[in-house]
Nanobody
Framework: QVQVVESGGGLVQAGGSLRLSCTASGLRLAGANLGWFRQAPGKEREGVSCISWTGSSAYYSDSVKGRFTISRDNAKNTLYLQMNSLQPEDTAMYYC??????????????????WGQGTQVTVSS
């Protein structure tokens, strides 16, 4: 069973930055599409950013494009999300996914699977 652990969240003022990390056990990230998803209170989980297993394709939601950067370090079996210019609307629980992720033009979603505990990002105004 694939297990992921997200970290790096916290409380930050608007305009600040955070870098989220995701490590996985039971799966080599090198061969998988990966993604970051978030869920704010009262809202559905949404795809924030996904990256293909080759690293050649990346998706960003319109709300984070130009501010967030997804990257992967296959040697460390770790996925990252660099978040700059954070805004209060970025406040959410952030989850990573390392299996059943579909990424393509305009597409960043997870078909199925259990979610980890996530890491909370809170942006104050």
């Amino acid at each position: 069973q694939v297990q992921v652990v997200e970290s790096g969240g916290g409380l930050v003022q608007a305009g600040g930055s955070l870098r989220l990390s995701c490590t996985a056990s039971g799966l080599r990230l090198a061969g998988a599409n990966l993604g970051w998803f978030r869920q704010a209170p009262g809202k559905e989980r949404e795809g924030v950013s996904c990256i293909s297993w080759t690293g050649s394709s990346a998706y960003y939601s319109d709300s984070v494009k130009g501010r967030f950067t997804i990257s992967r370090d296959n040697a460390k079996n770790t996925l990252y999300l660099q978040m700059n210019s954070l805004q209060p609307e970025d406040t959410a629980m952030y989850y990573c996914a390392a299996d059943n992720v579909v990424v393509g033009v305009g597409v960043c979603r997870r078909i199925s699977g259990y979610w980890g505990q996530g890491t909370q990002v809170t942006v104050s105004s």
